[in-house]
């Protein structure tokens, strides 16, 4: 252990200015600019023939300890009661090493017997804290299995995995990654993978990796994508996948249980659980009017984040019931990126993806239904209205044909009140070319509705 020094250092500690060393035991020397002392000397000098350090002090006799002799020959022996100078005493330097030796002995003796009940102490503490009792023995655990219930989430996962991918995609804007899984469309030496468009989208064309869940990774080919509809499909040079099958999402309820698949923050083959909280939640996600997509959205509480786009919303038999594309957060603090999952996450409907990828792997492209009409963007009374400008019913399309007018305010779509134009936007989309909707108008003071058979666009 390193000694303790002053704030002068070794100055302090030996006393520079002359002081008596305050960390010197006593009896020691004490060498100062005065010359060689020892500490308890009054007369500030080493005694003649003696050596710069003091003789012991005596502790059995009463009082300081006596002069030395070359002291009592320079002031004379102290007088006694009658003027009488004392004997002198014996000098307590004889006396006291033998008793000094003897306390010495002592505690070394109570020290090696301490020592030796410390140690005998230690052992007794180490061997109950070391736990090592030999008679003790732990039962075994019980025999486990792996096994669960095909509807349990630990059976739609284990079913599910081996067929969700994960998505690492390259472009000119950067790297990403996202989810898929395999179609059951089986075609000659490959495989195809539904996605988001967004995931893939900007890749180059070479800048996309399947990634499976067995380890495996093969390149990916984007075969066709819909903004619109934030789908796409990419083909993968590999053969004996097993697909997910696609369920009724028409059948889905509120409240029905479901879990999501994908990698999210990059983490492949995770799953969450939750319930459908909401159907029919109009979504429109996308940075511009160009890649803008419009989803009837399944909401669920699943916990999604991103890299969880594409992946599929399962329902308790394990089949597709929703692609998972977008969720609401809570806008990040101080310009940071926003918060993840809060129990809001929107997948679109596994009817509207069948569709839509089926037309993907045969055209190339998807198929959107329309009305052709412009919708006012500016209006915010009840509804939404139709631009009252000439021109905003296009001439001969299906709302032209149906009577629609510009000026026109759209109060319901099949007896659904809509309040947005993307509302009945997305409403639309979700209908096939040649399916009939209602469309209760008010016009004028008048309120009629308005038969519209939709067309495909372009």
């Known amino acids: 252990m390193s000694e303790p020094h002053g704030p002068a250092g070794d100055a302090s500690r030996h006393g520079g200015d002359g ?108 061997e109950a804290r070391d736990g090592t009792y030999p008679a003790v023995s732990l039962p075994s655990p019980s025999a486990g299995s792996t096994e669960r219930p095909a509807g349990s989430v630990a059976g739609i996962a284990a079913a599910a995995l081996p067929s969700v991918v994960a998505l690492q995609v390259q472009g000119s804007q950067g790297a990403g990654t996202g989810s898929g899984f395999v179609l059951d469309a089986p075609t000659d030496g490959g495989s195809f993978v539904l996605t988001n468009n967004h995931v893939i989208a900007g890749a180059d064309p070479d800048g996309v990796v399947v990634v499976f869940q067995d380890g495996r990774q093969a390149p990916g080919r984007v075969v066709g994508a819909d903004a619109s509809y934030d789908l796409a499909v990419v083909r993968v040079e590999r053969t004996g996948l097993r697909a997910l099958p696609f369920g009724d999402s028409s059948g889905v309820v509120v409240g029905d249980p479901v879990v999501a698949v994908g990698a999210p923050l990059g983490l492949q083959g995770t799953v969450t659980e939750g319930i459908v909280s909401a159907l029919n939640r109009p979504v429109t996600a996308g940075a511009s ?120 305010v759209v109060l319901a779509i099949d007896g659904r009140p809509v309040t947005e134009p993307s509302e009945l936007i997305v409403d639309i989309r979700a209908r096939e070319p040649g399916e009939t909707v209602t469309l209760s108008v008010r016009r004028g003071p008048e309120s009629v509705d308005v038969p519209v058979t939709l067309e495909a666009d372009g």
């Not at 006596?66 to 006396?95: K, L, N, W």
């Not at 991103?306 to 977008?326: D, F, K, T």
């Not at 009409?373 to 019913?393: E, F, K, N």
């Open 289 to 408: 009017q160009d890649d803008a997509s419009y989803i009837q959205a399944i909401q669920t509480d699943a916990a999604i984040n991103p890299g969880n786009s594409g992946g599929p919303l399962l329902n308790a038999a394990g089949e597709v019931i929703g692609i998972n594309s977008a969720i609401a957060a809570l806008p990040g603090l101080g310009g940071q990126a926003p918060t993840g999952s809060i129990g809001l996450g929107f997948s679109i409907p596994s009817e509207q993806a069948r569709r839509t990828a089926e037309q993907l792997i045969r055209t190339g492209r998807a198929v959107h239904p329309v009305i052709k009409v412009s919708l006012d963007g500016t209006y915010r009374g009840q509804g939404v209205r139709i631009v009252d400008q000439p021109g905003a019913v296009e001439a001969g399309g299906p709302g032209d044909r149906a009577g629609l007018q510009p000026g026109d």
């Open 19 to 126: 002081r008596p060393d305050p960390w010197a035991a006593p009896g020691h020397e004490d060498r100062s600019a005065s010359g060689s002392r020892w500490s308890g000397d009054p007369w500030g000098q080493a005694p003649a023939g003696h050596d710069a350090f003091p003789p012991p002090y005596d502790p059995y006799r009463a009082g300081p300890p006596a002069p030395d002799a070359a002291r009592t020959e320079a002031f004379g022996p102290s007088p006694g009661p009658g003027g009488e100078p004392h004997p002198p005493s014996p000098s307590p330097a004889r006396r006291s090493p033998a008793r000094w030796i003897g306390a010495g002995s002592l505690v070394l003796v109570l020290g090696v017997v301490g020592g030796f009940a410390g140690g005998l102490l230690q052992d007794e503490l180490s």
